[in-house]
């Protein structure tokens, strides 16, 4: 074997070996224990999540309320939502979450920590150096989903739970949509008339 052929197979090699490293090491967020208690809903392991992610619990707390349109409070390492949320609504935010203010868009790896320059945030990756902006990650997915749901527009809904004012409620995306007059159970097709952070009213068209 010449030195050149073996250069290329330890080059293969250490390629193969970094990747199933890589592989290994994946980062896996403990599984969001969620629960509803009257009209709330709850994370009963919200202190072992901010553990993983490695972050503040009152900054993931105002952004995850940002991002589900309700009220809620951290008591005793669990964190408490106003209202009856999807699970999927509160997973699919706190991937968000963890895409926007933890991932490392180079290495993908969630060894990072944020910094603030001026009126920017940054995040910093303690493994291979990179920075990024979350300012701009942040457009990115906003964009991503108002597209899905304006004002005036006309959707078909199924109606899933009724609000504590006797609204019938259904979900869409990111989106808890409030429909008087609706019936648990039932299809129709709705307009949406207001919408208010991820929360939106609409009145039926037909049933």
Known sequence: MTDSEYR???KKFQEKTFSRTSNDDRFKLPEIEIFYEGNTTAI???DKISDAVNRDQDHI???LLGGLGTAGEINNGRLTFQGKIPSKSIQDRMKEYIDTFVMCSECNRP???LV???RTLLIRCDACGAFRSVKSRKKKVITKTSEKI???STLDLTIKDIGRKGDGVAFLDKYTIYI???IKGSKVKVKIEKISGTVAFGRIITT
């Open 44 to 46: 009963r392991n919200f």
């Open 150 to 152: 304006k004002e005036g």
């Open 8 to 10: 290329k197979l330890l």
């Open 180 to 182: 008087a007059g609706a």
């Open 61 to 63: 707390l105002k952004i």
């Open 116 to 118: 603030k320059q001026g």
């Open 111 to 113: 060894d990072t920590h």
